[in-house]
């Protein structure tokens, strides 16, 4: 059964860094994608950003380029998150999410989700 287990969400404020982690396990990864999704108060589930676990290959929505990077510990199972110059538009319940035959921006091909974490962003 595969696992996902977000941390590292938080209070901070505007211009801020956060950096969340997410544990995977339960399965072989070989070269799936996992991405990060938010959803913030009110709104639907959204896409973040995803990387393959393995080569270079990363996606980010246009929203966050510049700001976020994401990245992975293959001897970890673990993808992060790095979040820069945080903004109030930022805040949301961060989810990672992985599949076995995933479109990377859509939310609906993915078949595991952690149990997300809070990201608040103060003006």
């Known amino acids: 059964q595969v696992q996902l287990v977000e941390s590292g969400g938080g209070l901070v404020q505007a211009g801020g860094s956060l950096r969340l982690s997410c544990a995977a396990s339960g399965r072989t990864f070989n070269n799936h994608v996992m991405g990060w999704f938010r959803q913030p108060p009110g709104k639907e589930r959204e896409f973040v950003a995803a990387i393959r676990w393995r080569g270079y290959s990363t996606y980010y929505v246009d929203s966050v380029k510049g700001r976020f990077t994401i990245s992975r510990d293959n001897a970890k199972n673990t993808i992060y998150l790095q979040m820069n110059s945080l903004k109030s538009e930022d805040t949301a319940v961060y989810y990672c999410?992985?599949?076995?035959?995933?479109?990377?921006?859509?939310?609906?091909?993915?078949?595991?989700w952690g149990q997300g974490t809070q990201v608040t962003v103060s003006s």
């Open positions: 999410a992985t599949g076995d035959s995933v479109i990377v921006g859509d939310r609906r091909t993915y078949d595991y």
